[in-house]
Structures are given as structure tokens and as C-alpha cells.
């Protein structure tokens, strides 16, 4: 048998109906002093640091390249903010230096690995110490690093050239399959609440879960501008004709799917819980 203990902050899940009501949470809960972490199986490929990583990897491979150098100034690696960057451009040398500072990176890449060419930015070029200054810095960091193992992997294995990782990388990042590799990865979060929608806990088990939003439907009425319903063919309709005679059965139709979709999500959000699922009920009017 499980041995009893208290309840600690990683024990406890919150599900939401959509994202927006989970950074809501989230800061509700900042304000009295509990973190909580906003728990998604985005894919690190889809993140925005896989941005960050292919404009590194066009400015590397063509440090002449302007436009390609000037997404490289406001990715974050140098930590410019909009009138550092105007002021910088205009001193005397500054374009020069960054051309020599990419010429070196190249070189590191081309002799030594995409890994080693990285962790040169990173900790020589004090780019580690400008992404520890975002809000979500944790985070940041975790997802590079992540995201230059799965390139040094590659570049090993398929014993790729700088080009071919560079369309490799573009390629995965177009096509990335669901992969518990190329999930985000986060340590400390397991410590923290999670907050996270009703979808993307299907499948998850949780000690203690909260669903504050199941009360909130789909209500739909006459007059709304657009009602969706299926036909006997299960073929996805959208009702175009506002008047009533037209209306009516369309909308009994639409609110009959609305609703069981939301039969179906409460399903979900309250089979999650292992121990204890606290539920929240408005009572109104229309109970």
C-alpha cells in the first residue's frame, strides 16, 4: 500500500476549456504565491526556440547575408533590446564584429559539431546570460539545449554537412510527428500545479485534479450568427438561413452536439483524478 503524506504542489492538476482561462489561472494564483506551470505536449520543434536555433543556423552558414544577420540581432542570443540595437548599429565596427564573431562560429561548427558551435554562443558570447533574463528563461534554456541535442544527434548519426543539418532541421521542424523525444522537457515542472486544457489531458492521471469551468457550455440560441451541426451522413453543416421557420430545428440540432460534447469533456475531466476531483457548480437560471 502507498504510504500516506501531505499534498504537494505537483500533486494537483487544473483543467481549463481553453488556453487563455490557464495563464488567467496561472497569475491568479502568482498572486498568492503558488507557481504553476501551463502544461502542453507542444512539441520542442514547434517552440519558438526552434525559430531561434534556424535563424542561428542561416546566419552561421551566411554571415554576409543582412537580412538573414538582422534576425539573428533581435532572436535573443545577444540580448539587444530595440534601442540598444539602433545605437549599436550606428557605432563604428559593429557589423564588422559581428561578421568575425559568426566567421568563428562557423569554423567551430564546421570542425567540431552543431554542440560545441552552441555552447560557444552560449557561454562565450554571454547568450546564456541574456536568455536567463526572460520571463520564461527556464524554459528557454531547457528547449535549446534540447533542441542542440536532437541536431548533434543527427549530425552524428546521418553524418550530416552544415547544409544538409540546416535542411535536415527545416525539415523537422515542417514535419515534426509526435515524438515523446521532441516533447518539451522540464524537470521542475513536476514540482509545480499544472494547468492544462481538458484535451491535452486525455490519457493523463492526476493525484488531485480541479475543473472549475465545467459549468461553461456552448450556449447557443436563435440569432447566433452561424450553428454547426452533422446530417445523418455525419457530414459537418453550417447553417447559413436566419429565419425562424428555417432556424429552429437547426439550432435544437446544434445545441443537442454542443451539449454532448461537453457530456463527453466532463467525462474526461473528472476520470483524471486518482484520489480527489473537486468540481465547481454555479448555480443560475438555467441549471
Known sequence: PEEMRRVKPGDIAILVSKNRDAEMIKRELKKVGLSAVTYSREKVLESFEAVRI?????????????????????????????????????????????????????????????????????????????????PDSERVLTN????????????????????????WFLDEMKHAEYDDEKTQLLESDQKLIKILTVHTSKGLEF?????????????????????????????????????????????????????????RKAYVAITRAKYQCRIVWGSHTES
Open 144 to 167: 535549446l539545449f534540447h533542441l542542440s541535442d536532437i541536431c548533434a544527434k543527427a549530425e552524428q548519426e546521418k553524418t550530416l554537412s552544415m547544409g544538409e543539418l540546416y535542411h
Open 54 to 134: 534556424k535563424i542561428l543556423m542561416e546566419s552561421v552558414l551566411d554571415p554576409m547575408n543582412s537580412s538573414m544577420v538582422g534576425n539573428l540581432l533581435v532572436s535573443g542570443f545577444f540580448g539587444f533590446d530595440g534601442d540598444q540595437l539602433y545605437r549599436s548599429i550606428e557605432e563604428d565596427g559593429f557589423l564588422t564584429q559581428l561578421h568575425d564573431v559568426l566567421n568563428e562560429l562557423n569554423e567551430i561548427w564546421f570542425e567540431q559539431g552543431f554542440y560545441a558551435m552552441m555552447r560557444h554562443l552560449l557561454f562565450e558570447h554571454e547568450s546564456l546570460h541574456h536568455f536567463s533574463k526572460q
Open 207 to 263: 493525484p488531485i485534479v480541479f475543473c472549475p469551468y465545467l459549468w461553461e457550455g456552448t450556449r447557443k440560441e436563435k440569432g447566433d450568427e452561424f450553428n454547426e451541426y452533422h446530417d445523418d451522413k455525419n457530414r459537418l453543416k453550417v447553417n447559413v438561413d436566419f429565419s425562424n421557420e428555417a432556424n429552429s430545428d437547426i439550432v435544437r440540432k446544434s445545441i443537442l452536439e454542443s451539449v454532448s460534447e461537453e457530456v
